[in-house]
């Protein structure tokens, strides 16, 4: 990998194939790994802001390159295997994945990827800026505790403008 944000091709999102197997992903009330099921999103109605811990971010960058194949998915309709591969770039606080993947018949694979961004340390000095304070910290959009250090990748901060 390049870079954090040079990856290749970006998700298409502009592909109507590809959104419609995004929507289908988001909609599908059997797994939370697109879109949290409704009860979930119930539970988590009254918070404000899910960002991502540092712990979080470079967890995903300390996943084992590793290969597996779909008969269809997010990456295609019909059969195709993927490599997966996560780097970590310390300046940037960043985490970038990347998905090669090759469809049955094609001869070349194509890439995608994502990034993300480490915002614990910055984002309280950037909420005062604008005027908001912080309220209360959770771990969860759920409120569970917040642990800084904790092998998750995302925490949620409560926030009221102050006058």
């Keep these: 990998m390049r870079g954090p944000v040079r990856l290749g091709a970006r998700l298409p999102w502009g592909d ?9 992903e988001h909609l599908d009330q059997r797994h939370d790994l697109a879109s949290r099921r409704t009860a979930v999103i119930d539970a988590q109605a009254q918070r404000l802001a899910a960002l991502s811990t540092l712990a979080g971010v470079r967890r995903k960058a ?19 295997a993927v490599l997966q591969e996560a ?7 960043a985490t970038a994945e990347r998905w090669w993947v090759l469809r049955d018949g094609a001869a070349r ?3 995608f990827g994502t990034t993300r961004w480490a915002h614990d340390q910055r984002l309280p000095g950037a909420l005062a800026d604008a005027g908001l304070r912080i309220e209360d910290r959770y771990g969860d959009a759920c409120g569970s505790p917040h ?5 998750f990748e995302t925490f949620v901060l ?3 403008r102050h006058d």
């Design 16 to 24: 109507p194939g590809f959104s419609a197997r995004m929507l289908a």
């Design 62 to 80: 300390g996943r084992a390159l590793r290969w597996y194949t779909a008969a269809g998915g997010l990456f295609g309709a019909g059969p195709h």
């Design 87 to 93: 780097a970590w770039f310390e300046a940037e606080r």
């Design 109 to 111: 694979p194509r890439a």
């Design 147 to 151: 642990d800084p250090h904790a092998d």
């Design 158 to 160: 409560v926030a009221n």
